[in-house]
């Protein structure tokens, strides 16, 4: 449950890996003021500047404050409806429909994040980036994104004073992360600018209902006694929202729909609860699919893990010794799958679990499903996703039937939100508003996988991704990845004896 991790002498490593539910509320909430993310995260996710993410004490608060305020405000409310249906009926099912016309082999989770990318860019700037698309364009902002996590990930594994070392050089990974900044900037700061320009030349009609994000932090700041962000502070706060929308909902979604595929009975399920809505916007009703993807964030959570660094000695619920500067692990991905919390049936896809009797979605405390954060750093976009990904399931289930390339690996991936290694390749078996001659005839062979121009990009691009250069990292990655599994492991057999003669099965979570 509770582990010690050295690293070698020169990596000055020294972590304390917990999964204990008791120590997370502990340092979430109990004591939080003890256990800010710490100047080393900071520094390590230094492109998000001083973003919500990257930040603690009154500049978090700020930050908090502005972005609990706007992603509540109902101008912003109205936008997220208008703009995310917008973007299925004319991004989504247009794709989908293309798709499931020429027989097409796609990767589910690169749609995904194409869908995320495009939805929070609108919500947040007011542009679509138009990434989904029949063509799959090239997309430099979210390859810069991609870059800045590769890097910020490979720098966890790595002395501080190496990668400080060679990004000061400017060589190796840290060149490509400077690459990455500047595209970064480059393209938020010519969004803010635009934004401005907008608002000089009055081209936002003063009578729209809803409005971005951007717009409300331009406009509504003095409303709650906050003067004019620059456009270093807006840059900041747009790059976290970002990262905030696009990784977390696409991976959930993901795994959501791998998951499914695995488990007929549930895909079963929520089509009947589906065929029950009266349109798709009756997404309010849908208790089975948000049992589902609470089950889905509870299996593979798309933020693992959680970090957080000691100011002052403390000692822990479990009796545990905290140092002052020592960094404090959860790992999500463990706490999900530990019989001691979710009963010995934890590594099954189960939906029931979620909801009570009386048909509601039962609450589980924040520091034993912890997807989404705990305490007063909770996820602010939670209802904001649950939205998102409803409208993307309710519209898939309904419309289509997606299949998995038969002998594709899913497999999770190294990095900072658990995506799919090789992503999810899937084809379109069954669309019900085709006419019959239309429906897909399944071809022989398995040329038809290279046969379309999008497979074939995705495998290069796959293929891509193994190049020489970025196996070094992998490796190094991987074999943290392996002395953490290792810990990992260690720990959650000691909390399984542990709890093992307190608890049995599901009943035991109420005492959590
Ligand atoms: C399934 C989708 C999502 C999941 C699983 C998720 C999960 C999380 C987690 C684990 C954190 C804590 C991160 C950390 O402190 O290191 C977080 C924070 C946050 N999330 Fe989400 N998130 C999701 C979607 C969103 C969306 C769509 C938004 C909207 C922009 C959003 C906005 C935020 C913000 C602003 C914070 C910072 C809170 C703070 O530090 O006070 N999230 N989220």
Redesign the pocket.
């Known amino acids: 449950m509770n582990f010690l991790f050295k690293g070698p002498w020169l990596a000055n490593m020294k972590m304390f890996i917990t999964l204990d539910p008791s120590n997370v509320h502990y340092i979430m909430s109990k004591n939080f003021t003890n256990y800010p993310?710490g100047t080393k995260f900071n520094e390590m996710f230094d492109v998000f500047g001083d973003g919500?993410?990257n930040v603690d004490s009154d500049l978090?608060k700020l930050?908090?404050k502005m972005?609990h305020t706007f992603?509540g405000h109902p101008k912003f409310h109205q936008f997220l409806q208008d703009k995310i249906w917008e973007k299925v009926e004319k991004g989504l099912i247009p794709l989908l429909d293309h798709v499931s016309k020429q027989g097409l082999v796609i990767d589910l989770q690169d749609l995904f994040y194409r869908f995320s990318l495009d939805t929070?860019c609108t919500?947040?700037t007011g542009c679509d980036l138009g990434s989904l698309s029949i063509d799959w364009p090239h997309v430099p902002f979210a390859n810069a994104l991609d870059d800045a996590e590769e890097v910020i990930l490979y720098r966890h594994f790595v002395p501080m004073s190496v990668w400080k070392f060679c990004r000061w050089l400017g060589v190796g990974n840290e060149k490509k992360y400077k690459k990455a900044w500047e595209i970064l900037d480059d393209f938020v700061y010519k969004c803010i600018a635009k934004k401005r320009e907008e608002k000089k030349q009055e081209l936002m009609k003063p009578q729209v209902v809803g409005v971005d994000l951007l717009t409300l932090y331009m406009d509504e700041s003095q409303s709650i006694n906050v003067t004019s962000a620059s456009d270093k502070f807006l840059r900041d706060t747009i790059l976290?929202?970002f990262i905030?929308?696009r990784d977390?909902?696409s991976?959930?979604l993901s795994w959501f729909f791998y998951l499914l595929s695995k488990n007929s009975r549930v895909e079963s399920k929520i089509r009947d609860e589906l065929s029950t809505m009266e349109t798709v916007h009756d997404y309010h009703n849908l208790i089975y699919v948000h049992g589902a993807l609470c089950e889905a964030?509870r299996l593979y959570?798309?933020?693992a893990f959680?970090?957080k660094a000691s100011i002052e000695s403390d000692v822990l619920p479990s009796g545990h010794q905290v140092d002052p500067n020592m960094q404090i692990i959860f790992n999500?991905y463990a706490m999900g799958r530990m019989k001691a919390i979710w009963g010995e049936d934890c590594y099954e896809f189960k939906p029931e679990g979620w909801i009570s009797e009386r048909r509601n979605i039962r609450h589980e405390p924040s520091y034993k499903f912890?997807?989404?954060?705990a305490g007063?750093?909770?996820?602010?976009?939670?209802n904001?996703?649950f939205f998102?990904?409803k409208a993307v399931v309710a519209t898939i289930l309904r419309n289509y039937t997606f299949q998995a390339v038969e002998g594709h690996q899913v497999v999770p991936d190294i990095s900072l939100i658990l995506r799919m290694k090789h992503g999810f390749m899937v084809k379109e078996v069954q669309n019900k508003y085709l006419p019959p001659n239309l429906e897909i005839q399944e071809k022989d062979g398995a040329d038809e996988f290279e046969s379309h121009d999008s497979s074939k990009r995705i495998r290069t691009a796959a293929k891509k991704s193994f190049k020489e250069g970025e196996a070094t990292l992998e490796k190094t990655a991987e074999s943290a990845a392996t002395v953490m599994d290792h810990a990992m492991h260690k720990a959650k057999d000691k909390v399984e004896n542990k709890f093992s003669h307190h608890r049995h099965g599901r009943e035991a979570d109420d005492e959590l």
Do not use: D, Y
Request: proline letters at 7%; a positive charge.
């Open positions: 993310k919500i993410f978090w930050h908090r972005a992603i929070i919500l947040v976290s929202f905030a929308g977390t909902t991976t959930a964030l959570p798309p933020v959680e970090q999500m912890l997807a989404f954060n007063p750093r909770t996820c602010l976009g939670k904001m996703s998102q990904m």
